[in-house]
Each structure stands twice: as C-alpha cells, then as structure tokens.
C-alpha cells in the first residue's frame, strides 16, 4: 500500500512558433543541462525503459533490500537500495552512470507525487530509508516508473527533440480529495472502453446521449454522469488522466488534452487502455492512504 500521496503536474512549457527552428539548430552544438538540476525531466529512450526493467529484476525480493541507503553503491553488493537498483541498472544497460538519466528522475518525481509532504533531501535515499516505506513500496515505485516510461516513449519519436520540456512538475492548484465515486467513475470510464469497437478516435467534447461509440473525453461525461448524475469536468478521475498526459511528450501540441490525446495518430487503443488502467491506480493509493490518515 501507499502511504501518502499529492496532486502532481507537468510544466507544459510553450514555445514560440518564430523561435522553433532556432532552436533546433541550437541543439545540435549546445552543452547538456547542469547535473545538479533535480527537477530535469529528460527524453526518454529505449535503453531508459531496460532501465527501469532491469532495476526491477534486481530487487525482485525483500531479501535484496537495503533499506540503509546512504547513496554508496559498491561494486559486488548483495544487497540494494532503490538508488542503487536503479545506479546499478543504468551502468549495466548504459555502460555509466547517469545520475539525472530518465529512470533515475522518473522515480524522484513519482516519489515526489506520494511522499510530497516530507521534503526528503535526497528523495530516491530519504524515501528507501523511511520507516513507513514497505518493500511493497519500493516495487510500486519501480512498476510505476516502468509504465511512464513505456507511455513517455510511446509518442517520444513523433516529437522533435527542440520541443521537448525539461522542466519539472508542478502541482495544479486543485487538491480536493479523492472520493469513492471517482474510483467508481474510473472504474466505468474502463468498462465503457472495454474494446476497440467502442472507441471514437475522432474526438470532439460533443457527446450525444444515444452514442454507442466513445472518445475518451466522453467516455469520462458518460461515466460520471451514471455515477453522479452530473458531470464535474474539474473531478479528480479527469485531472489524473490530464496530468498522465502531460507527462506525454506530445503534450505541448494538446489544446484540449483528453479530445488531442484521444486523436493524436501516434495513440493506440491499447494506449488509451493503459492510461485509464494508471488513473485506476493512482486513484486507489489516494483514496486508500486518506483512509490511513
């Protein structure tokens, strides 16, 4: 189970039309971003999704948990943090370490989303290390990085590199808590969207009563509107799946996230799947830990 949990966003930083080539002619002779930025958020490649894979297969088992981490990562240890699972994987798939690579800054800004509130120094570190987290934990926390990879990398190729954001994520300005009902609603919204016959890629918020087909957004009005009998644009099922799109390199080309990332060519059905399946879960843990409290 998950202890704590916040609200967490993406920066969708806007770039001007005039400045796009320019940058990209910049990018080919520009330096790499300071290491010691915590908050960048950078491409994602495939060698980052064997990554997360492979820190993964290397804590596989309470046995191999070292829950005193101290950010020191011998050569011939039997026994890893989640730093080190992670440090230990990028050296394997990448042949270095990278301290800011995908994976590493991919599972800082999930700790970031579940642990917001205990201002951790060295978030990969102070999380392993707190006495709350469960070996259970850790092993979400890699599973979860695995499965934003694989949708960051999803459309990672359709975006030119010059209009990627690097910046970190902030929150929204919305924290009303998660309740029962919006787990319901999700749970609908993935019953609704239960095949590909029942997907409309061509999306528009325009969503007739009588249809029998269904884009994302109007899978959401549907659902919402059988489990509340009102539809909360602003509800907490529809900032998850919005805030899960930003972390989509397409993003910054979407005026209207759920209707763009429906139509968007590079989406698949089973795309559209997932990202339903990662709100479910996101909602869950925060419901659950607000349980706790």
């Not at 990028?90 to 800054?105: C, I, W």
């Not at 590199?161 to 009303?176: D, E, F, I």
């Not at 249809?211 to 994302?216: E, K």
Request: proline share 5%; with cysteine; glycine share 4%.
């Amino acid at each position: 189970m998950w202890h704590r949990t916040t609200s967490l966003n993406i920066f969708a930083r806007v770039f001007v039309t005039l400045l796009l080539a320019s940058m990209v002619a910049a990018q080919k002779t520009s330096t790499s971003p300071p290491e010691d930025d915590s908050n960048i958020h950078p491409p994602v490649t495939n060698a980052d999704l064997q990554i997360a894979k492979r820190a993964r297969e290397i804590l596989n088992s309470p046995a191999v948990w070292n829950r005193a981490d101290n950010r020191q990562c011998p050569a011939g240890a039997r026994t890893f943090s989640l730093y080190c699972a992670l440090e230990v994987a990028t050296t394997e798939v990448s042949g270095k370490a990278e301290h800011r690579g995908a994976a590493l800054q991919e599972a800082r800004f999930v700790i970031d989303e579940i642990a917001a509130n205990r201002n951790y120094e060295h978030r990969l570190m102070n999380y392993n290390n707190d006495p709350a987290t469960a070996f259970a934990d850790i092993q979400e926390v890699l599973r979860m990085v695995e499965s934003l990879l694989t949708l960051r990398l999803k459309t990672d190729s359709a975006v030119p590199p010059a209009v990627k954001s690097n910046g970190p994520p902030p929150g929204n300005g919305n924290n009303s808590a998660v309740t029962k009902a919006d787990l319901e609603i999700i749970k609908r919204t993935r019953q609704i969207l239960n095949s590909p016959s029942k997907w409309n890629r061509d999306a528009t918020q325009q969503c007739p009563a009588d249809a029998i087909t269904f884009n994302l957004f109007c899978a959401f009005v549907k659902a919402a509107t059988e489990v509340n009998g009102t539809f909360d644009e602003h509800g907490a099922a529809l900032r998850e799946a919005r805030r899960l799109i930003d972390e989509t390199p397409n993003h910054q080309s979407y005026k209207a996230r759920l209707v763009d990332y429906n139509r968007d060519p590079a989406i698949t059905f089973a795309d559209i799947q997932k990202l339903l399946q990662l709100v479910e879960e996101g909602l869950t843990r925060t419901l659950a830990q607000s349980a706790s409290k």
